[in-house]
C-alpha cells in the first residue's frame, strides 16, 4: 500500500471524540480499545506541526441522549486538546451537514486532502469519510483511531463491533478513502 501523501494542508477531522460514548450502558460492548490514545497521537502531531484541525461535535436532538448538549457526555473528550481550526457542530451523521459548513471552510482554506478519525468508526466517520470522496476530497481513513459498539442486526442476532469495523473499512478503500492505520500518519 502506498503511504499517506501528508502535507500542512491536510486536515485533520476528529469526529465526535465526546465523554458519552464513554457510557458502556447506553451504547454497549466497543472495540479498539486504543482508540482514544490513537486519536490523540493524531491530535498532538497536528497542533505540534500547525498543521489545520477540525473538532465536530454531535449535539443529539433526544434528550436522554448521553449526546445531547445538555448532558455532560456532550463534552469532548478531555484529550482534544489546543484551539481547533474549526469546530463543527450537528445533528445528523455527516460532518459535512453542520454549522458552519465545513466543505466551505475546507475549500477557503485550500485544503484538498483530510484525516478522518473518531466515533463512531461505521456510523458519523464512515459517513463523513463517503461524503468527503463524493465531494472530491482525498480521504484518509484512520480505522485503528476510530471505535464503534456491538450492534443487532435485522435478525435479532449481534454483529461485534469489531466486525462492524472492518466492514466499513473495505466499503470505504479504494472507492471513497484510502484506510491507513494512525502509525503510518504520525510516521508522515
Known amino acids: ?29 466497543r472495540n479498539n480499545a486504543d482508540c482514544d490514545q490513537n486519536i490523540a497521537a493524531l491530535v498532538n502531531e497536528w497542533h505540534r506541526l500547525s498543521r489545520p ?12 441522549s448521553p449526546l445531547h448538549p445538555s448532558n455532560p457526555g456532550h463534552a469532548l473528550k478531555s484529550y482534544m486538546s489546543g484551539t481547533p481550526d474549526l469546530l463543527v457542530q450537528k445533528t445528523v451523521n455527516s460532518s459535512f ?3 458552519p459548513d465545513l466543505d466551505f471552510w475546507l475549500r477557503e ?3 484538498s486532502t483530510i484525516v478522518i478519525c473518531g466515533i463512531t468508526t461505521n456510523h458519523c466517520c464512515e459517513t463523513t469519510a ?4 463524493n465531494l472530491g476530497y482525498t480521504v484518509y481513513f484512520a480505522v485503528d483511531a476510530t471505535h464503534t459498539f456491538d450492534r443487532t442486526d435485522l435478525e435479532g442476532g449481534m ?5 462492524l469495523s472492518r466492514v466499513t473499512a473495505i466499503n470505504l478503500h479504494d472507492e ?12 508522515r
Open 53 to 64: 484541525v477540525v473538532f465536530v461535535q454531535h449535539n443529539s436532538s433526544n434528550p436522554l
Open 1 to 29: 500500500m502506498q503511504l499517506p501523501s501528508i502535507d500542512d494542508h491536510t486536515a485533520l477531522i476528529v469526529v465526535d471524540a465526546q465523554q458519552g460514548f464513554d457510557q458502556v450502558k447506553w451504547w454497549g460492548p
Open 130 to 133: 463517503r461524503i468527503g470522496g
Open 97 to 99: 451537514h453542520g454549522t
Open 109 to 111: 482554506n485550500a485544503i
Open 159 to 163: 454483529i461485534s463491533a469489531a466486525e
Open 176 to 187: 471513497f478513502a484510502t484506510v491507513v492505520l494512525s502509525h503510518e500518519l504520525l510516521n
